[in-house]
Structures are given as structure tokens and as C-alpha cells.
């Protein structure tokens, strides 16, 4: 049978591995790509905001999710995380807030995830396998 608190900060691993990796993708996709801090400046300029909020995309898709992976500062990291989603659906995506795909799926699930699973990090912490666990 499974230990009841070794299951749990294995699921606490997978989780931050999970949340890490993936979004460490597209932060490295963002620094490989001309163009893009670019492009996230000019939208947030057109919301009013200051274009150097842009370098704060680093920040959240890479630097966070290498926390993550790490397990070093997983709350404030996990926390970092909501906000970057945040940030990416209120800049690209608030039309598609209320939207399914052609399959039935919600439109927004890769980011929902992306968003809710940072929050759980937020709230659950890194777990005992983590090299700073909290």
C-alpha cells in the first residue's frame, strides 16, 4: 500500500515538475524568438501599461518555472506563475475567456491549467522532495 505521506510529496513532485517544465517551454521559446518580448511590449502599451513590464515574461516562464523544477521558493514561485497567466490572458486571450474549441474543450485549458496548478503550488509548496522544501 501507499504511504500516505511519501504519495503526497511524490504528487507534490509531479506537480512542480509538471508545471516547471512545461512552462520553462515557452519561456525559452520567448528567448529564442525575435520578436516577441516585442510584441508582449506592444500590447501591454496598449493597454496604458509601461513596455518594460515585458521583461517580467522571463521572469515568469523562465526563472519561476527553474524554481519549480528545483523546488527552491515553489510558493512565491508557483505564485509568480498565476501572475505571468494572468498577464497572458488578460493580453492575448480575454476573448476566447468564455469559448470551447470545435471539439467541446475550453479554449483556454492549456492556460487554466498552466494558471490553476500554480496556485496549487502556491497553496501545497514544494514537498519534501525539493532542495529548499517549505
Not at 485549458?109 to 532542495?131: K, P, T
Amino acid at each position: 500500500m501507499f504511504d500516505l505521506n511519501t504519495s503526497d510529496a511524490v504528487g507534490k513532485l509531479i506537480l512542480r515538475l509538471t508545471v516547471g517544465i512545461l512552462v520553462l517551454f515557452h519561456g525559452l521559446s520567448k528567448i529564442t524568438s525575435d520578436g516577441s518580448l516585442d510584441f508582449i511590449a506592444g500590447r501591454l502599451t496598449g493597454l496604458g501599461l509601461p513596455d518594460f513590464i515585458a521583461y517580467g515574461v522571463f521572469i515568469g516562464e523562465v526563472v519561476a518555472p527553474l524554481l519549480l523544477i528545483a523546488g527552491v521558493f515553489s510558493r512565491l514561485s508557483g505564485m509568480v506563475v498565476v501572475i505571468n497567466m494572468l498577464f497572458a490572458i488578460a493580453l492575448m486571450h480575454t476573448g476566447d475567456l468564455f469559448s470551447l474549441t470545435d471539439q467541446g474543450g475550453y479554449r483556454l485549458e492549456l492556460q487554466a491549467l498552466y494558471l490553476f496548478g500554480g496556485l496549487a503550488i502556491l497553496f501545497l509548496g514544494s514537498g519534501r522532495y525539493a532542495f529548499r522544501p517549505d
